[in-house]
């Protein structure tokens, strides 16, 4: 889905899951520690496949959407059963592909979800205590290292055609989740340590048929601090709102993501150095805005707005000082586009599929994961496109890769592969 940064001003700082204290080795969430997607603790090798550069491969019993996360010497990853009665956190060893424990939640059967979104949808989050999962209609849940459930929070059924996707954000000490798409949507804070409400907001979230206009949200929060105070934005159906993390008081919200085919988002918010990006999903509009302001900010904050019709955005693109790199849902059209300015596209060209995880920056490259299975590596340069190498494992891959030290972990329909340079 889309969002990300990678050059911070002084006036802002972008954090999410905090309490880690490895600066940056770990990967502890959806799009990392800083939920950019930018990667910076070591170098990543850019070639590999089943002969060069696989330290270890790991077979999972079921598919999943959720990316894997790494954070000491663990890496999460969700997986589910063919109708969705199970669904399991794994626990692996990263030195050596080891499964140390895995939690299976159960579930009502064949809840409604896409066929291209199986019931394994989120990713996991943690910090140097405890991680968190949103099983979608099962709840949250809570474990320690070890795998000991703290404690869990159901808030009822899911229900959307199009199933659910958005991921929890550990920071401080609270864990956030957005509950949607579907009839029954809203934001919600827990206290991280036993799982009690601190705050709920409810927000118009999305039909559970395809009766009329198509309504969601698969848009995973992140926290940012402007000027000192820290906000949680996500992007919502039909507008992208901040909140204050402590009360869930509204504090602004730019307006413009609707189209005609629906108000769908599939990405989540990046964020960059002062600027926000939202995408529509199904073909719909995009915009640039500033992170401050306060109620309608819609024409005070919004930069610029490409109301014409888009590519289909499932993927989070990353911001590179002043450029995103977007890969798109389809076509599968990879592009650089200007956020400062007006939006306009610099260039574009053709990937090897349709692009659902998120693209990652590390060492002045970008990697992109399509759905066939292979990564494409290429320069970050606005000017034009250069590519690095095209990976494969022969896999199909919604996911999203981790990165920390050194190593990337790529999730697969099939399998959760370890990658490091020999």
Known sequence: MLRQVAIMSAGLLLAIGSGITTEGADWPGFRGGMANAVATDAAYPTEWSSEKNLKWKAELPGDGNGSPI?????????SANE????????????????????????????????????????????????VVVWHGTPGIYCYDH?????????????????????SPVIYQDKVYQFYGPGENTFMVALTLSDGEEVWKKDEPGGTDDLSGKKV????????????????LVCSMPSRVLALDPQSGEELWFVGGLPSERGDLVY????????????????????????????????????????????????????????????????????????VKNDGEEQWKTRGTDDYWGATV?????????AKDGSTIVFAANPNEFQEIAVNTFDERSNSTPAFSNGQIFLRTNKSLFCVEQE
Not at 95 to 124: C, F, I, M, R
């Open 267 to 338: 990405s989540s918010t990046a964020i960059g150095d002062s600027i926000g990006v939202a995408m529509g999903g199904y073909k719909g509009p995009a915009l640039g805005f500033t992170l401050t302001g306060e109620g309608d900010a819609t024409e005070s904050n919004r930069i610029w707005y490409t109301p014409k019709r888009q590519p289909s955005r499932v993927s989070t693109g990353v911001i590179v000082g002043d450029y995103i790199y977007m890969a798109n849902a389809g076509p599968g059209i990879i592009q650089c586009i200007d």
């Open 216 to 231: 969601g949200s698969w848009s995973t929060p992140v926290i940012v601090k402007v000027d000192g105070k820290n906000q």
């Open 361 to 369: 920056m590390a060492d002045g490259r970008i990697y992109a994961t």
């Open 70 to 78: 790494a954070i000491d010497g663990l890496v999460y990853v969700t």
């Open 83 to 130: 109708d969705g009665s199970e669904r399991t956190l794994h626990c692996f060893d990263r030195n050596t592909g080891d499964e140390l424990w895995n939690k299976v939640v159960q579930s009502e059967p064949n809840e409604e979800t896409h066929q291209t979104n199986p019931y394994a949808g989120t990713t996991p989050a943690a910090n140097e205590d405890c």
């Open 146 to 166: 070890s795998g000991n459930e703290l404690w869990h929070k159901s808030y009822g059924p899911v229900k959307h055609v199009w199933g659910y996707g958005s």
